[in-house]
C-alpha cells in the first residue's frame, strides 16, 4: 500500500522506484501567494499613492476589493494544506537524504510559522492601517 505522502504514480503503473514524493513547498507557496493577493487591494494603492501614481491606486482598489474574500479563502485552503503535511503527514524518506535529518522538517515547520505570521499580517492589513497614520 502507498504511503499518503507519495505521489498517486503507482495507481497509474509506475514501479515503486518512480515515485517521487509530494513538497510542502508547493501548498506553503500558494498560501503566502494567496495572502499576497488578499492584501494587494490594500497595501498596492497605498505603495502607488507613495510613488505619486493616485489614479492608478483608485483603478487598483476598484478591482481587488471584490476579489479579497476569494484570496483570503485561498489562503486558509493552501496555509491549511501546508500544516496538515508538515505537521501530521509522516514524511517518507530515504536514509541519509537531506528530508530524513530532525533539522531539515524544524526548519520547514519554522518557515511555516513566518509564512503564516506574514500572511496573517497581509490579510489583515485594512483593519490594523488606520492606526499607522
Avoid at 499576497?36 to 476589493?65: D, N, Q, R
Avoid at 541519509?96 to 531539515?104: D, K, L, Q, V, W
Amino acid at each position: 500500500m502507498a504511503s499518503p505522502n507519495v505521489n498517486s504514480s503507482l495507481a497509474a503503473g509506475a514501479s515503486a522506484d518512480e515515485v517521487k514524493p509530494v513538497s510542502a513547498k508547493s501548498p506553503l507557496a500558494g498560501g503566502v501567494i494567496a495572502g499576497i493577493g488578499a492584501s494587494i487591494c490594500c497595501v498596492g494603492p497605498l505603495v502607488l499613492v507613495a510613488l505619486g501614481l493616485g489614479g492608478a491606486a483608485a483603478g487598483l482598489i476598484a478591482f481587488f476589493t471584490p476579489l479579497r474574500p476569494i484570496f483570503i479563502g485561498l489562503a486558509l485552503v493552501f496555509l491549511g494544506f501546508a500544516a496538515y503535511r508538515l505537521f501530521y503527514v509522516p514524511a517518507v524518506c530515504a536514509p541519509g537524504t537531506a528530508c530524513a535529518e530532525p533539522r531539515t522538517l524544524r526548519n520547514q515547520r519554522l518557515l511555516f510559522i513566518g509564512a503564516v505570521i506574514v500572511t496573517a499580517a497581509l490579510v489583515a492589513f485594512p483593519w490594523y492601517v488606520i492606526y499607522l497614520a
